[in-house]
C-alpha cells in the first residue's frame, strides 16, 4: 500500500491539496497518481481563462518531484518513457498533457524535511 499527495495553486486561484492510498503501487504509479490528481484539481474554465491569457498557447505548469528517474521519464529527449503504470493512469496522463505545458524541477526530498 502506498500514499501519494499533490498540490497545486493555478494563477489567481486557489491552493488545492489531494491525497490518498494506493494498493499494490509502485513509485511510478503514485507519482503518477499524484500528478493526474494534481493536473485534474485546475478546472477546465481556469485551463480556459490561462490559455486565453497566453494568446492560445498551453498553460505551464511547474511540477516538483524528488524522484530524478520520473523527471527524467518525462524529458524532451525520452522518446520512450520507462514508467511502471497501468493503463488507465497512463491513458489520463495523456488527456491532461494536451492540456498543459509541464515544466519539472528536481527538489531535494531530504531538504524538505
Do not use: H
Request: hydrophobic share 40%; net charge positive; aromatic share 8%.
Amino acid at each position: 500500500m502506498g500514499i501519494w499527495a499533490a498540490q497545486s495553486l493555478a494563477t489567481g486561484g486557489r491552493l488545492t491539496r489531494v491525497a490518498g492510498r494506493y494498493k499494490n503501487s509502485t513509485t511510478d504509479s503514485l507519482l503518477s497518481l499524484a500528478l493526474v490528481s494534481g493536473l485534474q484539481s485546475i478546472s477546465s474554465k481556469r485551463v480556459q481563462i490561462l490559455t486565453e491569457s497566453l494568446g492560445g498557447r498551453k498553460p505551464k505548469i511547474q511540477v516538483m518531484c524528488g524522484n530524478p528517474s520520473f523527471i527524467e521519464a518525462f524529458s524532451a529527449e525520452n522518446t520512450k518513457p520507462a514508467l511502471f503504470i497501468n493503463s488507465y493512469i497512463i491513458d489520463k496522463l495523456k488527456r491532461l498533457l494536451d492540456r498543459f505545458d509541464l515544466c519539472f524541477e528536481y527538489i531535494d526530498p531530504q531538504s524538505s524535511l
